[in-house]
Every structure is written in C-alpha cells, then in structure tokens.
C-alpha cells in the first residue's frame, strides 16, 4: 500500500479515460507508473509494457497484479520447496516490505516486458 493510503495510487492506466489499459496487440497492455514503489528500477513516469500471457513467476520477475481494486507492480519470486507454494512478493524501494502469499492467492495481470521513459 502507498503511504498515502490509496491503493490507485500505484499505478494509472495510459488513456484519458476510464477505459481499460491500451491495448498494443493482443495479450499486451501499457501502464503509466505514478508511485514509488519499484523505484529506483522503475520510475514514476515511466511506462511499462506488460504481457498477460505470462503470468507464472518463473523466472522471477516484476510483474502487474490486482491488489485492493487496483493494479500494483511487484517483483515476484517463487519459493522452493515450500508446499503449498508460496511467493515472495517486493517492492524494489527498501522503504517498503516484502511479503510471501500462497501462490493461489495472487490475481497476476501478467510479466513486465519493457519500459519506457520520455525524453
């Protein structure tokens, strides 16, 4: 959860609407990054090009997930031998902590593939 409390805060979609995420082709999708909570890997500002057809994190990875009725960044690692299986879930700012939830329990949009920034 951001400091400010709101979970919206993470991230906003690229449109000037309330449409869904821009889609680029199918199984692609754009986000616009306003928090800091994957900084200094990922900066406010910053859009990222997310792949919903890979939504398992193996390899780990930083990956779009809903959480409290909005789309948050995470990097995800899942944890062996640990049943039932557990992933480790982290913001890339050491101000925030990780945690580890059950595999079953996370709504994963899909893998972060690229960034961008303008310039």
């Known amino acids: 959860?951001?400091?400010?409390?709101?979970?919206?805060?993470?991230?906003?979609?690229?449109?000037?609407?309330?449409r869904p995420p821009s889609i680029?082709?199918?199984?692609?999708f754009v986000l616009q990054i306003v928090g800091?909570?994957?900084?200094?890997?990922?900066?406010?500002?910053?859009?990222v090009l997310v792949?919903?057809?890979?939504?398992?994190?193996?390899?780990?990875?930083?990956?779009a997930m809903w959480e409290n009725g909005g789309i948050?960044?995470?990097r995800l690692q899942l944890l062996p031998g640990v049943a039932p299986r557990r992933v480790r879930v982290a913001a890339?700012?050491?101000?925030?902590s990780e945690a580890e939830i059950p595999l079953s329990e996370?709504?994963?949009?899909?893998?972060?593939?690229?960034f961008c920034r303008a310039i």
């Open 24 to 28: 680029l082709e199918d199984g692609l």
């Open 72 to 74: 948050i960044l995470r």
């Open 106 to 114: 996370l709504r994963l949009k899909g893998r972060v593939v690229a």
């Open 1 to 18: 959860m951001p400091p400010s409390g709101d979970p919206d805060a993470f991230l906003s979609v690229v449109s000037c609407d309330d």
């Open 36 to 47: 800091d909570e994957m900084s200094p890997t990922l900066e406010a500002g910053q859009f």
């Open 92 to 96: 890339d700012n050491e101000k925030y």
């Open 51 to 63: 792949d919903t057809g890979d939504v398992r994190p193996s390899p780990p990875g930083v990956f």
